[in-house]
């Protein structure tokens, strides 16, 4: 059965940093994509960073040199790195995965969600 549980969120200033984790079980963690994706309330779902194989990453543009997604192999653990916080990063936050080992960047792609982890960060 996958399972995907997320951690790290909280509330920060802005310009502070945040590191969310997922930890991941039931599947083959090396041969799936993995993403977040992050919904703000009135929003739709957005992608924030993919990340597959051996570290191919995808970003959104409004976080693109804020934040780096990684996985630890070892420790079936996906990361978000989030620097530079704005208060527009305030958002319920997702991990998902799909299997294969494409670069997906869309919702609809992914098979796999956590629950969330909430981001508050205040001006």
């Known amino acids: 059965q996958v399972r995907l549980v997320e951690s790290g969120g909280g509330s920060v200033q802005a310009g502070g940093s945040l590191r969310l984790s997922c930890a991941a079980s039931?599947?083959?963690?090396?041969?799936?994509?993995m993403a977040w994706f992050r919904q703000a309330p009135g929003t739709e779902r957005e992608a924030v960073a993919a990340?597959?194989?051996?570290?191919?990453?995808r970003y959104a543009n409004s976080v693109n040199g804020r934040f780096t997604i990684s996985k630890d192999a070892a420790k079936n653990t996906l990361y978000l790195q989030m620097n530079s916080l704005k208060p527009e990063d305030t958002a319920m936050y997702y991990c998902?995965?799909?299997?294969?080992?494409?670069?997906?960047?869309?919702?609809?792609?992914?098979?796999?969600w956590g629950q969330g982890t909430q981001v508050t960060v205040s001006s």
């Open positions: 990340i597959v194989g051996y570290g191919v990453a």
């Open positions: 998902a995965a799909t299997p294969g080992l494409s670069l997906r960047f869309e919702g609809n792609e992914y098979n796999y």
């Open positions: 039931g599947f083959t963690y090396s041969r799936y994509c």
